[in-house]
């Protein structure tokens, strides 16, 4: 299938792609992972995403963004990752904290949150896993208090993504007493305030991708509180739905990284086991029909649906569709991807390696597939 744009569309590309001309780096920035000064040269590069209204297209002006509709979103994709623009290092906010508030939030709350969000301003981190509630998010025993106007937050959050460097952090919390799906509330809160200490930890590349997050009495407004009390396992769902089949993962990230392949396979085929030129057209095709799925998707959103849970089947379908296409990388460099002064090999290894946490982040792919037996084919429990 081959898609096509209106004018207006391909206007708008165009205009696009001369802005990230212009103003991407020619150097390649630190990653926001490794280091504080790496993040806040990603922090920067926020804002200037900000000064010319790209931070979030999606979203209202009012907000920070241009009031432009997801086919739109998904053509700017395109060209930013074509671009080889830096990655998004406030992408939970942006991505998935975000569009969850534009569905619950009170226009106080967007109006406070969402232009600081859209411009870097304010950097969130993802607090949802717990040591004994990783992929099983219904079992979080970190609680909120009511007192007054405030909540009073206690427990601890690990993997929580971006939060060595953030400034906020959003996080499940339930109502001491309640069991299960009952009782819990998305609630947000500063990571720099009292009662909290967070403590990174680093991957293998030795980034600190993520931090474990200790909470003793934090007290945060009610203010702070999306949607109603008790109503936190619903909009996490909501909040999971973009996760999983829309936001976090566009189309353009795997089209580019196939592209990339086809040319790495162009110039090394002669001296590869020519059954690899199947897993080449293979990942070529599926970054392709991922794209075609996720316009259907928009489309659909456009048109007044909501997500359910066939985001899953997204999430199982981009996960598996990463390692495969590294992999075959890593088959087609041979001996030689062990050398990370390889020319081309460091991008191949270090997303390999990135790319075998994707069937876990987001909710395990063995999960993704009880919520696809279960809740799309009816299947017993």
């Known amino acids: 299938m081959q898609l096509s744009y209106t004018p207006e569309q391909i206007a708008f590309r165009a205009e696009v792609r001369g802005w990230l001309e212009a103003h991407v780096p020619t150097a390649s920035l630190e990653h926001y992972d490794a280091t504080r000064a790496g993040f806040e040269a990603h922090r920067q590069w926020e804002a200037t995403l900000k000064s010319g209204d790209w931070g979030m297209v999606t979203w209202p002006k009012e907000y920070g963004g241009r009031g432009l509709d997801l086919i739109q979103w998904l053509i700017f994709e395109e060209e930013y990752y074509r671009a080889k623009a830096p990655g998004r290092v406030n992408q939970n906010g942006i991505f998935l904290l975000g569009p969850t508030l534009m569905e619950f939030g009170t226009h106080e709350q967007k109006s406070r949150f969402l232009p600081k969000m859209a411009s870097g301003e304010e950097i969130w981190a993802q607090a949802w896993s717990e040591p004994q ?76 991708g993520f931090a474990e997050i200790f909470l003793e009495n934090v007290r945060v407004p009610a203010f702070n509180r999306l949607g109603d009390e008790g109503q936190g396992w619903h909009i996490c769902m909501a909040t999971a739905g973009f996760e999983r089949g829309l936001m976090l993962r566009s189309p353009a990230r795997y089209q580019v990284a196939a592209a990339e392949l086809a040319k790495l396979w162009q110039a090394r085929k ?47 379908f981009w996960s598996e569709l990463d390692i495969h296409l590294h992999r075959t990388a890593l088959a087609i460099l041979g001996a030689e991807a062990e050398l990370i002064s390889a020319p081309g090999a460091h991008d191949w290894i270090d997303d390999f390696i990135f790319s075998l946490a994707g069937p876990i982040y987001a909710g395990s792919n063995e999960i993704q597939r009880n919520i696809i037996a279960e809740r799309m084919l009816g299947l017993p429990r």
Not at 279 to 291: C, I, T
């Open 270 to 316: 002669d001296q590869c086991d020519p059954a690899l030129e199947a897993d080449v057209v293979r990942a070529f095709m599926d970054a392709e029909a991922y794209a075609l799925s996720i316009y259907k998707t928009a489309s659909s959103l456009m048109a007044g649906a909501k997500i359910g849970p066939e985001a899953s089947t997204n999430k199982l």
């Open 133 to 208: 509630a990783g992929s099983d998010l219904a079992g979080v025993r970190a609680t909120a208090v009511r007192d007054g106007d405030e909540y009073v937050l206690n427990g601890h959050k690990i993997w929580s993504s971006r939060a060595a460097f953030a400034d906020w952090a959003f996080g499940l919390f339930r109502e001491p007493g309640t069991e299960r799906h009952k009782g819990m509330s998305l609630i947000f809160f500063k990571l720099d305030q009292k009662g909290v200490t967070r403590n990174p930890i680093k991957k293998i590349n030795g980034h600190v």
